[in-house]
């Protein structure tokens, strides 16, 4: 990490020593009020306290076996202030970050890039007494499924010492390894050995009580869409009954779910910024929830609170490495109003259907067929964000297409959040080295994939049939902000012409 760390540091360990007097004022005026009203805290702040106190009585998980003790005058571990500290089952002590040098901290090294997975290490993440000191990554497993855990910890539905048995849970198919996942610079925001870590690092997790969890898994399963039922009644998909399997349009899928493992030094150099200064924008506005992301520069993985993807894949998923066989792409943005939906108000589900069906075909004629969902709401600002842009446009009557990223730069500060440039990670861990079909009009996405080295043969519009007519706003916006056409690219004066639904309409 870039010098000017180390006074951060010393200014945090002194924040530390602060909240550690804090803490203890607080302690002791607890304990004066407490006896002061008598054992039964029937005063409004023992009541309160007994309330809060509640749902984690009996005890939540064991004292660490492993103790931090603080270096002199660094960071100490703490007591929440007011904490029911008994009654909560918590140990007393919460180890609010912890420091390279700390007595205790003895992280499993971890060299990102290294071709042999033993030598590169398994990512660590967990804050369990038995692995809080041998961490070698910031965050926690799940993404942002990270706070149901947590909710399940707290309401002890789930118990804190269960240990999770990965037997027959090996991947369905065999994938790699590829030269790129020992490339430290292509694959930088996933763990390319996420889907065999129980097997490969068993000894850690058995003799060590090292806990370990896969960030990767491989699955196979059938999937039903209507509109594929449609596709080959129309004679567009014909059944061959192994991808597509009957009248139905039932396909046949390989299933990749991967969730976000971020190696910063690489993440910061794909968006052309120094690695501290990413360190300490995620952690401020995480609202401080990572303060290691700040005391560890020691620590270079990440797993961050967002969705990850899922990577499905039509025919035998070993063509895809294959540079002999034909690939068909379809990179897709979860929106969940037209994915789940079909909301008419963009062509998301339409390219969705799209990409599926031409994967499938693609498939059917000996290549390799894929589409990769990115959980990534409203162009990665999320539902409400952007139903609040489009919710003000048509109230108003202005819902145009030259108006569209304007409007969402007025709501959002940006005109899109899905930033591309770690998408193609997943391309390489696939072993793709080129696209014969991309199934996208985004030029972002086309400039992250070439970017990353990868060819892009042709470039797959989704056909005017497929367009809903209230979405026009939408795409006509995109082609004329840089979206790959064939067709016509409007002019400014021809885009404000074109003009979604107006609320009275839908009201009637
Ligand atoms: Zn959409």
Redesign the pocket.
Known sequence: MASGTGDQTDRLAQLASELLTVSQRLDKLEKEKASAEGKAADGILGAGLERAATPLKVGYTSTPTTELPAEAGTSSPLRVPGSPEVKSGFSSRVILTTYPKQIGIKPIPLEWGAADPVQRGPVTVSRSPSTIGRRNAIGAHGGSYSIYYALALASKELNPDHKPDFTNAEPAVNIGPFPQWSDPKKIVAMDPWGHVVPWIHKDFIDKENIDLRPTIAVTKAHMKLPELEESVKSGRLVPDGKVCLNELGELAVTKFAVEPVWYLPGVAERFGIDEGTLRRSLFEHTGGMYPELITRSDIKVFLPPIGGLTVYVFGDPARMSDPSKRLALRIHDE?N???VFGSD?????PYLIFGIEEAVKEAQNGGSGVVIYFRKEGRALGEVTKHAVVYNARKRGEDRASDYFKRTENIAGVKDMRFQALMPDILHWLGITKIDRMLSMSNMKHDAIVGQGIPIHERVELPESWIPADSRV?IDAKITAGYFTQGHRMTEQELAAVQGRIWEDIDH
Request: one cysteine or more; charged letters at 30%.
């Open positions: 929106c109003g037209s994915d108000i963009c062509t998301c589900r939408e």
